[in-house]
C-alpha cells in the first residue's frame, strides 16, 4: 500500500506518524512524508521579506520531515519524503492524484481550547476534495496499545461497499477486531412510538411490521459487509441500531471503546466530493479516529 502522511511538524501530524508504527506494514508498503507551506506576498514591497521566510522554511521544512520519518524508523516500510510551497490541502491532494497513492493519514489539527472534536480547515478539505480515502487520526490513538478495534457504518450503498475493499486492503494488525453496524432510520420516524402505540391496534400493527421488516432488510446488509470482511478480518460482529445514523454511530463507537470509526462519502448526487452530512458530522464530532471512504 502506498500512504501519504502529511505532517506541518505539529504534535497532531506525529501522533498520526506513531498510530502508523502499529500497523503491520512491511517493505512492499511505502510512506510519503509530505510537507506543504504557503506563502503568497501580496504586494511587491514584501519581496524581501518572502525571500527570508523561504530562507527559513528551506531550514526548517528537512527537520520538520526528518522528524516524522525518525518516529517511523521502527518500522521495516519503504520511506520518502517531500516538501512543496503551496496550500497544504491543495499539495495532499495533488500529491496523492500524481503519484496514485492509495491512503492519505492526516492529524485532526483544529482549534485549540475549544471541547468539541471539530478538525481543523486542512483536513477538512482534504477529506472533502480527496479522490482518494482519508484517515484522520485523533489525539485517543496517538499511544494506542492492544487490540485495534473498528467500528464499520455501513448502509449497503456502493460507498459503503468501496469502503469495505479500502478497509481490507490496509495493513491493519491481524487480530483487529471489527464490527459491522447498520443504522436504520424508521420509516415512522414522525411519530413518536410511544404515543403511536396508544393509539389503535392498526396503528401497532403497523410500527410491528416495519421495524421487522427493517430490521430484516439491516440484517442482509451487515452479513453482506460480514462475508466480504471476513477475508481479511478473523473477528467480525455484526449489530443494528435504529434511530439517527450520526448519533446511533457515535453512540456505538463510544460503548464499544471503538479507535477508527469507518463511514462511506456519500453525499449529493452531482457534486463531485461533497461529503454527506453523516459523514462530516462524524468527521467533526467522534473522539476517535475516522476514516473517510471514498468510491
Given amino acids: 500500500m502506498k500512504i501519504l502522511l502529511a505532517t506541518d511538524g505539529s504534535e497532531h501530524s506525529e501522533g498520526a506518524a506513531k498510530f502508523l508504527t502499529g500497523f503491520k506494514l512491511t517493505p512492499n ?3 510519503f512524508i509530505l510537507h506543504a507551506v504557503s506563502w503568497v506576498p501580496l504586494i511587491s514591497e514584501w519581496e524581501s521579506l518572502y525571500i ?47 503519484s ?8 485532526a489539527r483544529g482549534l485549540k481550547g475549544i471541547g468539541s472534536y471539530i478538525v481543523g480547515s486542512v483536513t477538512r478539505l482534504v477529506a472533502i476534495n480527496s479522490p482518494k480515502p482519508v484517515l484522520i ?5 496517538w499511544k494506542k ?19 469495505g475493499e479500502v478497509l481490507s486492503s490496509i495493513p491493519f494488525p491481524d487480530d483487529t477486531e471489527v464490527t459491522v453496524l447498520n443504522v436504520v432510520f424508521p420509516v415512522l420516524t414522525d411519530i413518536p412510538e410511544r404515543f403511536a402505540l396508544e393509539i389503535n391496534d392498526r396503528i ?15 440484517e442482509k446488509i451487515t452479513e453482506k459487509a460480514r462475508q466480504y470482511l471476513s477475508k481479511r478480518f478473523p473477528a467480525i460482529t455484526e449489530i443494528a441500531r435504529f434511530g439517527d445514523p450520526s448519533e446511533e454511530i457515535l453512540k456505538a463507537a463510544e460503548t464499544l471503546n471503538t479507535d477508527i470509526i469507518a463511514v462511506g462519502s456519500s453525499g ?14 462524524i468527521m467533526n464530532h467522534a473522539g476517535c479516529s475516522v476514516l473517510i471512504g471514498k468510491k
Fill in 137 to 141: 487520526v485523533k489525539p485517543a490513538q
Fill in 52 to 98: 527570508d521566510f523561504r530562507g527559513i522554511m528551506d531550514e526548517v521544512a528537512p527537520r520538520i520531515l526528518e522528524s516524522t520519518a525518525n518516529i517511523l524508523k521502527s518500522v521495516n516500510v519503504k520511506i520518502d519524503t517531500s516538501f512543496v510551497e503551496d496550500f497544504p490541502d491543495k499539495a495532499i491532494v495533488n500529491a496523492v492524484v500524481q
Fill in 29 to 31: 508498503d511505502e510512506i
Fill in 204 to 218: 401497532k400493527e403497523m410500527v410491528a411490521g416495519t421495524r421487522e421488516a427493517e430490521l430484516r432488510d439491516s
Fill in 100 to 107: 496514485d497513492l492509495d491512503l492519505i493519514v492526516m492529524g
Fill in 268 to 281: 449529493m448526487r452531482g457534486i463531485r466530493g461533497m461529503l454527506g452530512s453523516v459523514s462530516r458530522y
Fill in 145 to 163: 496499545s492492544g487490540k485495534l478495534k473498528i467500528l464499520f457504518a455501513t448502509d449497503g450503498s456502493a460507498h459503503s461497499e468501496a469502503l
